[in-house]
């Protein structure tokens, strides 16, 4: 049934994102892996208090 399948996949695709949002990130400046979701698009670390603009749902900085 095409109307079942297709809600899978959306199901997938927003576990997916809330494992993204909620994962913690290495942190460019200090390297510790504790960069969180503060809200849409915005990332700090709960380290050294660096805060970075991004993705609304993913940190694709990996180093500055
Ligand atoms: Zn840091």
Do not use: F, H
């Not at 199901?11 to 849409?40: E, F, G, H, V």
């Not at 990332?43 to 603009?53: F, H, S």
Request: aromatic share 8%.
């Amino acid at each position: 049934m095409r109307t079942a399948r297709y809600g899978v996949g959306v199901r997938n695709r927003l576990d997916d994102i809330r494992k993204m949002r909620t994962q913690k990130y290495k942190c460019p400046r200090c390297k510790k892996t504790a960069m969180k979701r503060l809200y849409s698009g915005v990332w700090r670390c709960k380290r050294c208090d660096l805060e970075i603009a991004d993705n609304a749902y993913s940190l694709s900085i990996k180093a500055l």
